[in-house]
């Protein structure tokens, strides 16, 4: 039965995740088919555990390593491809495939994958964003990708609540190499068209260019100007114009702009999102009990500062003015957009810091997040301070580049210094 579950989700959301990769492409296509490995992998050893009894440490470890490889390739692949425009995809891949390493916790091993799920859940929302207007194909993807891990905890739960069952049947028989890989998923089914919306826009813009290419008949129905209509035949149309009217103040606008000023401030917890937003002047806000996999989201708030104790999933800091930061651990990222005049302090750790249309950002790093990844694009005035001792070293972030053609006509982009 522990087989057959496995392999429902092998043929239902991981044949669906598998398809639609292929049919995004690129990237997306060849990293998936790493993902379809590591999950044959796991089917083998989930097999051999219903037939044989448990072997000893070393034994697993080598039994394991068909596994563990492949997350480690499906990871190295995120890392060698960070140009890629599909970066956001192969990440949310990279970062929730370790949920397949459940098999080695012995005590309640479903939590562990939801935790996986969510700690991807940073990128997947990235993709929903940039695709969810432009095509659906990556919106289905992200679906498949999430019914994946949440269909493998409920497996957990059913099957193997408190860790890997062995049947205890027999000793296990090891080979020298890997045992061979089972048979494959099975054939994906045909792939859905979807080129007839494109062919309305094709029409539409073929009707558009038989148009154009009507030459000298498109102005036929153009009004001819007559003598009557021309100033310097009719005199009459010489005479200025009525004296000057002001117009009226247009309240409407003016009223406009104070309602959507006078929203009233939100400190509230919707599940596993903490929303702070429209708060002003306030520099008590506190963000406590959190757990590892929320995230908060700052909107809107202006010459405020907000202090989130303990390790949560992520940060976003959305049209702020004046507003400052200060948090312990992040299991994923900051992110600040279209904000100006910010700050952010880390006390712990963070991994990523992302900076998006954002004017003025201080970062204020610890020790431990001297390794952190920074991201930024459309921005101006970034500074990150570095600890060194008891006092921070200011550093600039570039935002003048020059980019050249080389021999090999390939870009070739620089920093431009300011000599000023």
Not at 91 to 101: D, M, Q
Not at 341 to 362: A, F, H, R, Y
């Amino acid at each position: 039965m522990s087989i057959l579950g496995f392999t429902d989700i092998v043929q239902g959301p991981l044949t669906q995740y598998l398809r639609l990769s292929q049919v995004i492409g690129g990237d997306v296509a060849e990293h998936s088919r790493l993902v379809g490995a590591a999950f044959d992998a796991q089917l083998q050893y989930i097999a051999l555990a219903a037939e044989s009894s448990q072997p000893g440490q070393s034994d697993i470890i080598s039994l394991l390593k068909p596994t563990s490889d492949q997350i480690s390739a499906i990871q190295a692949y995120r890392e060698k491809h960070r140009t890629s425009p599909f970066f956001n995809h192969l990440s949310a891949i990279s970062e929730s495939i370790p949920a397949l390493g459940w098999v080695t916790i012995s005590t309640a091993p479903a939590p562990y994958v939801k935790e996986m799920n969510d700690a991807g859940q940073f990128y997947t929302n990235r993709v929903l964003k940039e695709w969810k207007e432009k095509d659906k194909n990556h919106v289905d993807w992200v679906k498949a990708w999430v019914q994946t891990l949440a269909n493998l905890q409920v497996f957990i739960k059913r099957y193997h609540t408190t860790g890997l069952v062995w049947a205890g049947k027999g000793a296990v028989k090891m080979v020298a190499g890997p045992p061979p890989p089972p048979p494959g998923c099975p054939p994906p089914p045909p792939v859905i068209d979807f080129t007839s919306p494109a062919g309305d826009a094709g029409l539409d813009r073929s009707a558009l260019f038989a148009e154009i290419n009507r030459g000298s008949d498109i102005t036929r129905n153009l009004k001819k100007v007559t003598a009557e209509m021309q100033t310097h035949k009719n005199t009459a149309l010489r005479e200025g114009p009525a004296p000057f009217k002001p117009p009226l103040p247009k309240k409407p606008a003016a009223s406009t702009k104070s309602i959507a000023a006078d929203k009233p401030p939100v400190f509230v917890q919707e599940g596993k999102k903490w929303l702070i937003e429209y708060q002003k002047n306030r520099a008590d806000l506190v963000v406590e009990n959190a757990e590892m996999n929320n995230v908060v989201y700052v909107f809107k708030c202006e010459n405020s500062t907000v202090q989130v104790k303990g390790k949560i999933n992520s940060i976003t800091l959305d049209s702020c003015k004046k507003t400052s930061i200060v948090f312990d651990n992040l299991v994923s990222s900051i992110e600040f957009i279209n904000c100006q005049s910010v700050q952010m302090q880390v006390l712990g750790k963070v991994p990523t810091v992302s900076i998006d249309k954002t004017d003025g950002c201080q970062v204020y790093l610890s020790k431990d997040s001297l390794g952190v990844e920074m991201i930024y694009s459309k921005s101006s005035e970034m500074n990150v301070m570095v600890p060194k001792g008891d006092d921070y070293v200011e550093h600039a972030i570039p935002e003048q580049f020059k980019t050249i053609i080389t021999p090999k006509m390939t870009l070739h982009t620089e920093i431009v210094e300011n000599k000023g």
